[in-house]
């Protein structure tokens, strides 16, 4: 089938039934391709429940017809009414949302204020449940947020209501699809471009992403892309928080195994909050055996417990506590070779001791 057809009888009446369900259900949530053998002669568009479902056995039929047409458009062979060109758009990208092109064409719909952009980020948010890791979409995104964000009248109020949508979306997104690097990363552009920078709603929204992503790594010890996450999170609070911002956060200031002060500076506080990721990773690894990516973040939270042990005012209470660290982790690793019945997790385990002693270049005794 020619992706240039123009020969499909009922594309317009269904890309009508798909612009109703948008323009009527401003809360649908989902989008979904219902698995049917061929045509029974009825609407192949099922809308319930704020969901949105279209029958497989017309999709590459619909496909070729809004694309043939769209290209007509494009080329200026065959020009249509932008509400046409919308509706044909919302048409193809919710079938094959890749399409970067047709994206672009969206951006031109909305510049010229023919589409809405609140419009289109209800849009794209019902995209993305259909294909939850597409790069296109959550840089569509992007585009659409900065515009909105940069009106001079935009009202705080309504940044954060962008800012809350975008950090639900990004969460489905990556529950829908593991290891969503994509999903992640857009979560840490809404951070750093929807939220002003060493303020309050800094700090709390920071304090609540490190709670969450605690949640999503205890249920999801496979996702790394969720770890890198975390790791930026903790980096974000060790380069924002001062050293009061810690001493509110009870909860975060264990007693250190050197018994080194946690609150002597910003430094030893940092440096609690390490070790007790620590001792969370100690606990999955014991539960979960075989994820590597485990293995791979206790690195990065012992680089880091190295880099701030370094900077701490009380440079040998510093040195001592990492010297302390290390020693439990030759422990820990070499309890896991023991007792560990899979070979693999033994391998993670050896080495990730030739990590600590070649990268970090400290021998445990």
């Known amino acids: 089938m020619s992706l ?13 039934d798909l612009d109703n369900v948008f323009r009527t259900d ?63 758009l919302r048409g193809a990208l919710l ?10 064409m969206m951006k031109q719909l909305i510049e010229s204020e023919r589409v809405g952009p609140e419009e289109d980020l209800r849009f794209s948010a019902v995209v993305l449940s259909f294909k939850p890791k597409c790069s296109e979409v959550f840089t569509h995104r992007k585009w659409v947020l900065r515009k909105m964000v940069a009106q001079a009248d ?41 939220v002003p920078k060493g303020g309050a709603e800094q700090k709390e929204l920071l304090k609540q992403e490190l709670k969450l992503s605690h949640c999503w790594t205890s249920n999801h010890v496979s996702d790394y892309s969720g770890l890198q996450y975390r790791q930026y999170v903790m980096q974000a609070i060790f380069s924002t928080f ?6 509110c956060q009870t909860e975060w200031l264990l007693e250190l195994p050197s018994k080194m002060e946690a609150k002597c500076c910003s430094s030893c506080a940092a440096a609690s909050v390490l070790e007790q990721e620590l001792q969370m990773l100690d606990e999955l690894i014991v539960r979960y055996e075989g ?13 880091s417990l190295q880099k701030v042990c370094a900077s701490a005012v009380c440079a040998k209470l510093g040195a001592s506590l990492f010297n302390s660290v290390v020693g ?16 693999h997790e033994n391998g993670h385990a050896s080495r990730h001791l030739s990590w600590v002693e070649n990268v970090l270049r400290i021998t445990a005794a």
């Open 291 to 303: 994820h590597e990516s485990l293995w791979y973040h206790r690195r990065f939270v012992l680089h």
């Open 4 to 16: 240039q057809e123009d020969d499909f009888p009922a594309g317009e009446k269904i890309l009508a």
């Open 26 to 88: 401003p809360e649908l949530e989902d989008f979904f391709i219902i698995p049917v053998s061929g045509n029974q002669n009825k609407s192949p568009v099922v809308h319930a429940d704020h969901s949105l479902g279209l029958e497989s056995w017309c999709v590459q039929h619909l496909y070729c017809y809004v694309y043939g047409k769209l290209i007509n458009h494009k080329t200026r062979k065959k020009r249509e009414d932008p509400k046409v060109v919308a509706r044909l």
């Open 95 to 104: 079938i094959n949302p890749e399409t970067a092109a047709f994206w672009n």
């Open 242 to 247: 001062k050293h009061e911002d810690f001493l």
């Open 154 to 194: 935009v009202q705080p109020m309504a940044v954060l209501k962008y800012l809350q949508a975008e950090l639900r979306i990004t969460q489905l997104a990556a529950s829908k699809y593991p290891s969503n690097y994509n999903a992640w990363n857009h979560r840490k552009w809404v951070l750093e471009a929807l």
């Open 328 to 343: 439990s982790e030759r422990a820990f690793a070499s309890s896991v070779c023991r007792e560990s019945k899979l070979a």
